[in-house]
């Protein structure tokens, strides 16, 4: 019963000061991952889930037992706190564990830098300060100095966290959503963080006195590995997102292809039959009076719209143009061009159609939403100049629409952004593939778009294969 007793004892020791730093330690790691986390999506009834979470947490490290004084038994604690609010966190959010564990990582880090940071700069300025990992460390035992520490402490962790969360977070808070899918290496990031964790509690734990000289440069190389940790894993981050949207652009490229391949058999279709009616037209005139003139001109004029025969000098371009003609005409849009598309040539059928049919298809949907109908023009220009040919593309766009940009190009406007907003940027991967580039600006109810592309000294032969 005494050792029973005993072991009580230490479970709720309160003048033993890591007693009341485990409460301490979560509040710290609870606002860091809040900080990493807060945008991202949540489940329902979020705020009653966050409050009984926070409670839990919180009774957790207050009736976690201290058992031993030691780097094994402090690591294990503090880790069982950390995959405790990791768990919290997947109840509150609905995100994937990877994303959950990215987050939380992210958190932990910062949390160990500010840690870490707060220690150097108290051992550099001889601060009186209380080693909560040590026995016998009472928080009353230091007086008036805890209030000194107290506000390094404070001042500390609020630049720290204020930093990340302004220069470095904001990168997750932008994303709509956090796409993460390598496992390993996150695993290689708590590797990393677990070994800086450990070598920390080896370190308070030494019996053994160590020079102020070499403790500074523990807690500094500590402090920078933490700090390489962190950013490998927004390396990571950006990583699987360009892995992600290109799977998404491939996609729609594919998706372009099967379109371009219809539409080009659609024309050919409608070109054919607009062909015949025309032959039949001129036989009925030849009857007098057995139809009425006007009424066959009015057909003339239909069939001369839809069955016109436009010519680029680009079999892509031209299949293009009359289908998104068509669409202009079912808008009340002008599409004005002037094309020469011959040098396209060296450029698939497939990455043209990509090419034109999204910077078209961007120009019409904003075109369309001006209310007055006379205002609405698209102007298509493709000429070369030199080794290059340069596209210029201008359309009428809703005054007061501002301009959101994102990542160096426009953000689409739509809600469903899954795969929408992926156009801009298959036209720029379709152009640096090329060599070339594109700009664009708006000014007033204009927006401008001009693309450059470098044309091969080579350029005779099309590879139609994708």
Known sequence: MQNFGGTIIKMFDFSSSLFWYKLIFMTELLIA??????????????????????????????????????????????????????????????????????????????????????????????LQTINVYLPGESITAHGGALAINAVVYLATFAIV??????????????????ILGNFYLILWVVITLIIDIVLSAIITYLTEPISKTVLIIFMISNIVGCILSMGYQFL?????????????????????????????????????????????????????????????????NAL??????????????????????????????????MINGEKLNFISSVKLYSLFGNALQNAIESTEQIEDERKRLIILNVKNKGNFVLVHLENSCPEGEALQVVNGLPQTTKKDKEEHGYGM???????????????????????????????????????EAE
């Open 161 to 178: 966290y204020w930093f990340v969360w302004a220069f470095i977070e904001v990168r997750i808070r932008r994303q709509k959503e956090l």
């Open 33 to 126: 991952e809040l900080l990493a986390i807060y945008t991202l999506k949540k489940r329902k009834k979020f705020y009653l889930r966050a409050g009984l979470c926070i409670l839990s947490v919180y009774a957790l490290s207050f009736l976690f037992p201290i058992l031993a004084y030691n780097a094994i038994y402090s690591t294990m604690m503090f880790f069982i706190l950390f995959v405790a609010t990791i768990i919290v966190l997947k109840i509150c959010y609905d995100e994937s564990w990877i994303n959950i564990l990215f987050c939380s990582l992210i958190a932990y880090t910062v949390q160990h830098i500010a840690y870490e940071l707060n220690g150097l700069i108290s051992l550099i300025f001889d």
């Open 304 to 337: 001369n719209f839809y069955g016109m025969n436009i010519k680029t000098g680009n079999d892509a371009l031209d299949v293009i143009l009359a289908e998104k003609h068509i669409l202009c005409e079912k808008k009340s849009i002008r599409l004005s061009c």
């Open 425 to 463: 940027r298959s036209i720029q991967m379709i152009c640096e593939e090329f060599g070339g580039g594109l700009d664009f600006r708006r000014e007033n109810d204009r927006f401008y778009l001009d693309i450059m592309i470098p044309i091969p000294e080579t350029s005779g032969v099309v590879n």
């Open 236 to 300: 990571m981050l950006d990583k699987d997102n360009v892995e992600h949207d290109l799977k998404i652009t491939e996609h729609l490229w594919k998706i372009d292809k099967e379109r371009f391949e219809l539409s080009k058999e659609n024309i050919e279709l409608l070109n054919i039959r607009c062909h015949d009616l025309k032959s039949q037209i001129s036989a009925l005139r030849n009857i007098n009076g057995f139809v009425d003139e006007n009424t066959i001109i009015e057909l003339e």
